[in-house]
């Protein structure tokens, strides 16, 4: 059996981090995307927070009229939000966990706990044709519960691998990533597609590209970071590459 090519999802989120620093218009998270998708991303992901600290709501609304590749939603599992992506109706909604305090998103939506919340909002998003993700950790729990709210996509949290393996801590990070690897068995025999993304970088997505059935990866701060010393169109080349060699290892 054949294996997928792995797709590239860009996320556009810092782009709008550094406008929102200054204020004003620039730089633009539009024409990021549009140079990202030139560049061969295969779509574009952007995370409407509540408190609006780096996409802004007129951001999606230009997102879906600018751009040629699928826009994947990021959003917690609010009315508000909710009633965002009804309107907007983008390609994908990825729900997230989100908390006014973190940096960036902490851990895996809690699909267990508030299981019947998750699946009224992922009940409601399909109905719309909106392609549903949860975004969960790589446990054998949070999968079944994924499945038992209905969701057809997961992405898998990689932030406790890629933390450990840029710190040096080997056994940890092999303890993380053969929980993703487990994970990732796992939703395909669920029969749910398995997407990855948090802290990806060009040795971390090169390695976990090598696992057949994760089909997408979602990354953005690092691509972000790079292209301020080489230009976000060399940035995923190289990312592209990464994943293509780790592809054939596969």
């Known amino acids: 059996m054949s294996v997928p090519r792995l797709r590239l999802g860009v996320n556009i989120d810092h782009i709008a981090t550094v406008r929102n620093a200054r204020g004003g218009d620039l730089p633009d998270p539009v024409r990021g995307a549009l140079s990202a998708i030139a560049a061969g991303a295969d779509g574009i992901t952007a995370h409407l927070r509540e408190d609006r600290r780096h996409i802004r709501d007129e951001d999606i609304a230009r997102l879906m009229k600018a751009i040629s590749k699928p826009l994947n939603f990021e959003m917690a599992v609010t009315d508000e939000m909710i009633g965002i992506a009804l309107d907007t109706n983008p390609h994908a ?52 519960a994924a499945k038992s709210i209905g969701s057809p996509v997961v992405e898998l949290h990689t932030g406790a691998w890629c933390d450990a393996a840029m710190s040096g801590a080997t056994d940890k ?10 994970a990732a068995a796992q939703a395909a025999r669920l029969g749910i597609e398995c997407h990855a993304g948090h802290g990806l970088d060009y040795v971390t997505a090169r390695r976990i590209a090598a696992l ?37 290892e596969a």
């Open 93 to 144: 909604a990825c729900l997230v966990p989100e908390k006014r305090s973190e940096r960036t998103t902490e851990g895996g939506l809690d699909v267990i706990g508030g299981h019947d919340h998750v699946k009224a909002a992922t009940s409601a998003l399909k109905a719309a044709g909106i392609r549903v993700s949860l975004f969960i950790e790589p446990s054998s729990a949070a999968l079944e």
């Open 173 to 182: 990070a092999e303890h993380e990533f053969s929980r993703i690897r487990l």
């Open 212 to 248: 057949p059935q994760i089909v997408e990866l979602n990354i953005g701060h690092f691509l972000m970071g790079e292209a301020l010393f080489v230009g976000l169109p060399q940035a995923i080349a190289t990312m592209r590459a990464a994943m293509d060699a780790g592809r054939a």
